[in-house]
């Protein structure tokens, strides 16, 4: 009996308020309860305000900067991994479209390039959205993101994960479509380096293909030739009129072989 009597006595104490001495009390549960409520409101608080702050953002940096600090010490070292492979492997690109030296061969180069080129490319068109993290363009970024691959890692961290779309277009075009040819119907699919997309793209007669290789010309779409060739015939027009040969000495000198007044 009399240890149960000291368990009770145990109980009413570690169940009584430290405060004011008595079991359950209300004005401590109720104190407990508004500590509860305004904590939750101040976590509210700092959530919708982390919510809001990436669109006060006013530049990508900005707004990149803001969204790397939720990642990881680990998810930011795979990504900035992920990223100086990438970009080592765009630095041989360029290199060999630049005719430079290089550390590699170019089949060795080329397998890298399709290896990496399955995993999917970055679409760098999308930083000239304005402002594309704000509500105005969620749509936008929606789709972006459905689509996936590399290009979201680029919307939502400013990480290159993948290669950029253009620069490969740009390769794919002087290394890797020529040795390719469409041998069913003797033509082969060319992509200008404009990458205007749809009209860029064209079916090229494999003999004009190997002409253009033979010749280390570039291959350029319709439109681009023709801005090409309209501004080669201004220039023949300008140089022409300005640099024209006389038509004998006496048109510069006089009889007296002193020049005439121009």
Request: aromatic residues 8%.
């Amino acid at each position: 009996m009399n240890e149960l009597a000291d368990v009770i006595e145990t109980a009413d104490v570690e169940t009584a308020c430290e405060r004011h001495g008595v079991p359950n009390c209300g004005k401590c549960e109720d104190a407990a309860r508004k500590r509860q409520i305004r904590a939750k409101a101040r976590e509210d608080k700092v959530r919708l305000a982390a919510e809001k702050k990436p669109g006060e953002a006013t530049t990508f940096p900005e707004y990149w900067q803001q969204q790397r600090a939720t990642l990881t010490d680990d998810q930011r070292a795979q990504f900035e991994q992920r990223e100086s492979d990438v970009l080592d492997l765009e630095y041989t690109m360029k290199a060999f479209l630049d005719d430079t030296e290089a550390c590699i061969t170019l089949d060795e180069l080329i397998a890298e390039v399709r290896l990496e080129a399955v995993k999917g490319l970055t679409d760098k068109v999308i930083l000239v959205v304005e402002r594309l993290w704000t509500d105005d363009e969620a749509g936008l970024r929606k789709r972006i993101i459905a689509r996936g691959g590399p290009t979201v890692d680029l919307l939502n961290y400013g990480y290159h994960t993948g290669l950029d779309g253009k620069l490969y277009t740009d390769f794919f075009q002087k290394f890797m479509t020529v040795s390719q040819p469409n041998t069913s119907n003797g033509y082969v699919w060319m992509q200008c380096g404009c990458g205007t997309p749809i009209i860029s793209r064209e079916w090229i007669p494999e003999s004009i293909v190997r002409a253009y290789k033979e010749q280390g010309r570039k291959w350029m779409c319709t439109p681009c030739r023709g801005k090409e060739n309209n501004s080669r015939t201004e220039v023949k027009a300008w140089t022409t009129v300005e640099y024209r040969s006389p038509a004998s000495t006496e048109d510069i000198y006089d009889n007296h072989g002193r020049l005439r007044d121009q």
